[in-house]
């Protein structure tokens, strides 16, 4: 009769080696580009969004929103 030894998994695992966060480090992550100025967005440091949940850069987004658009005013669209 062959007896199989239970294998012990290594020590790293048990040293608070996260093995999900290794593999994500491995691989590059895709650039994402801010819709607005067309810019890879750094998901690690800007996380916004637009209302379309759209990765934009925060000074992206708060000047597009804070910027007067033109078109037709208020009063012209109530008449």
């Given at each position: 009769?062959?007896?199989?030894?239970?294998?012990?998994?290594?020590?790293?695992?048990?040293?608070g080696?996260?093995?999900?966060?290794?593999?994500?480090?491995?691989r590059?992550?895709?650039?994402?580009?801010?819709?607005?100025?067309?810019?890879?967005?750094?998901?690690?440091?800007?996380?916004?969004?637009?209302?379309?949940?759209?990765?934009v850069?925060?000074?992206?987004?708060?000047?597009?929103?804070?910027?007067?658009?033109?078109?037709?005013?208020?009063?012209?669209?109530?008449?």
């Open positions: 009769m062959v007896s199989i030894a239970q294998t012990a998994l290594p020590a790293w695992i048990y040293a080696f996260d093995l999900k966060e290794a593999l994500m480090k491995s590059p992550s895709p650039e994402i580009p801010c819709v607005i100025c067309s810019k890879p967005v750094d998901l690690s440091a800007d996380l916004s969004a637009d209302e379309n949940g759209k990765a850069h925060t000074e992206c987004y708060v000047k597009q929103i804070t910027t007067p658009q033109s078109g037709p005013s208020i009063a012209m669209m109530t008449d």
